[in-house]
T-cell receptor
Framework: QKEVEQDPGPLSVPEGAIVSLNCTYS??????FMWYRQYSRKGPELLMY????GNKEDGRFTAQVDKSSKYISLFIRDSQPSDSATYLC??????????????FGKGTLLTVNP | DGGITQSPKYLFRKEGQNVTLSCEQN?????MYWYRQDPGQGLRLIYY???????QKGDIAEGYSVSREKKESFPLTVTSAQKNPTAFYLC?????????????FGEGSWLTVV
């Protein structure tokens, strides 16, 4: 079993739809969870950062972490064509341990159609 | 503007040649990283450095070398020993352990072997 699993898509939705992106993981030591957005031929940019379980909201974006199920989600409300990108989940454990380095999902390609 | 600068953006290399990719950051970050991104493979860690004059191998270090003589700079050399060097290379940096290992990426360098 891979440490982080992410459905590669592609995912295609109409403008204004609610988008749900997900990752599952197997390492219970992960405590820090991130979502990155990567436009074509660009470097990834940090979108959301969450520590431990719970929800975090930032504008149209909501990140959820369920450590009991080892499942994280990113929701995009009122999706826009400018949201079309690849979304990468990433996670790491506590500093000083072997799980400290970030582990990335392979990314989900999202297209929002006008 | 604060950020991570990678150069060159595009680079062509003949087989048997070594090439060096530059990465400079002015974010005062302690840690720096090099990743390789291939289609369908996600991000793979090549080398990372948590402090000046020290660096560690990542998951795919063979055929690559790095140096960390200054806090701001972390150049990557792709040697002729790297069997399949054509890829998108990403440099990243972070404050280190206290930040939960949240990393920030540069815009990337495209290397093509001709």
């Amino acid at each position: 079993q891979k440490e982080v699993e992410q459905d590669p898509g592609p995912l295609s939705v109409p403008e204004g739809a609610i988008v749900s992106l997900n990752c599952t993981y197997s390492n219970s030591a992960f405590q820090y969870f991130m979502w990155y957005r990567q436009y074509s031929r660009k470097g990834p940019e940090l979108l959301m950062y969450t520590y431990s379980s719970g929800n975090k909201e930032d504008g149209r974006f909501t990140a959820q972490v369920d450590k009991s199920s080892k499942y994280i989600s990113l929701f995009i409300r009122d999706s826009q064509p400018s949201d079309s990108a690849t979304y990468l989940c990433a996670m790491s454990g506590r500093s000083g341990g072997s799980n400290y380095k970030l582990t990335f999902g392979k990314g989900t390609l999202l297209t929002v159609n006008p | 503007d604060g950020g991570i600068t990678q150069s060159p953006k595009y680079l062509f290399r003949k087989e048997g040649q070594n090439v060096t990719l530059s990465c400079e950051q002015n974010l005062n970050h302690d840690a720096m990283y090099w990743y390789r991104q291939d289609p369908g493979q996600g991000l793979r860690l090549i080398y990372y450095s948590q402090i000046v004059n020290d660096f560690q191998k990542g998951d795919i270090a063979e055929g690559y070398s790095v140096s960390r003589e200054k806090k701001e700079s972390f150049p990557l050399t792709v040697t002729s020993a790297q069997k399949n060097p054509t890829a998108f290379y990403l440099c990243a940096s972070s404050f280190g352990p206290s930040s939960g290992n949240t990393i920030y990426f540069g815009e990337g360098s495209w290397l093509t072997v001709v």
